[in-house]
T-cell receptor, first 112, second 112 residues
Framework: DAGVTQSPTHLIKTRGQQVTLRCSPK?????VSWYQQALGQGPQFIFQ???????QRGNFPDRFSGHQFPNYSSELNVNALLLGDSALYLC???????????FGSGTRLTVV | KNQVEQSPQSLIILEGKNCTLQ??????????LRWYKQDTGRGPVSLTI?????NTKSNGRYTATLDADTKQSSLHITASQLSDSASYIC???????????FGTGTSLTVIP
């Protein structure tokens, strides 16, 4: 039973570029949440997708956008990258059960 | 404001020793509290999950306690091993919506 899969694992981008990160949820899960984790900090909630719609959003600018596909997989897009966007981006999936919250291994984004 | 605070920020212990990590939260209403272990550059992995009616939960050498009245939780690690070196994150789920609140974590280093 595959867990949450994220791709790519590492990525280096130049300031001003755009990036797309991908997440495949755990089998049976239908909700995907994205988090940004700066070095030495706890994860910060970006947004959550359910039924292909953004249901909740954290305190992130519109440069951060996402999408959920009919197969429940999700993408996180970040436009006009800033140096401060360098972080580990985590995807977590759930099925509404309070216990069913599983993290992926993350994508390490470095903006130079 | 819903917050989760962890202490200490970092901890260094000798292999074989025990340690206790603390988590205080103000999230209300509260659904459950989770402790995660996060290796550097990896996604968090769940250790224990407790609802407000549970006082203690064990997972091998990890034992979590919860006092829902004082809104405090602790994670006790027994007979530490070098592989326990990681960040330990306390995450509280609110009862409304599907929102999770993260602590900033405790960085544990186990030395020989």
């Amino acid at each position: 039973d595959a867990g949450v899969t994220q791709s790519p694992t590492h990525l280096i981008k130049t300031r001003g570029q755009q990036v797309t990160l991908r997440c495949s949820p755990k089998s049976g899960h239908d909700t995907v949440s994205w988090y940004q984790q700066a070095l030495g900090q706890g994860p910060q909630f970006i947004f959550q997708y359910y039924e292909e719609e953004e249901r909740q959003r954290g305190n992130f600018p519109d440069r951060f956008s996402g999408h959920q596909f009919p197969n429940y997989s999700s993408e996180l897009n970040v436009n006009a990258l800033l140096l401060g966007d360098s972080a580990l981006y985590l995807c977590a999936s759930s099925f509404g059960q309070p216990y069913g919250y599983t993290f992926g291994s993350g994508t390490r984004l470095t903006v130079v | 404001k819903n917050q989760v605070e962890q202490s200490p920020q970092s901890l260094i212990i000798l292999e074989g020793k025990n340690c206790t990590l603390q988590c205080n939260y103000t999230v209300s209403p509260f659904s459950n509290l989770r402790w995660y272990k996060q290796d550097t550059g990896r996604g968090p992995v769940s250790l224990t999950i407790m609802t407000f009616s549970e006082n203690t939960k064990s997972n091998g050498r990890y034992t979590a306690t919860l006092d829902a009245d004082t809104k405090q939780s602790s994670l006790h690690i027994t007979a530490s091993q070098l592989s326990d070196s990681a960040s330990y994150i306390c995450v509280v789920r609110g009862r409304t919506g599907n929102q999770f609140y993260f602590g900033t974590g405790t960085s544990l280093t186990v030395i020989p």
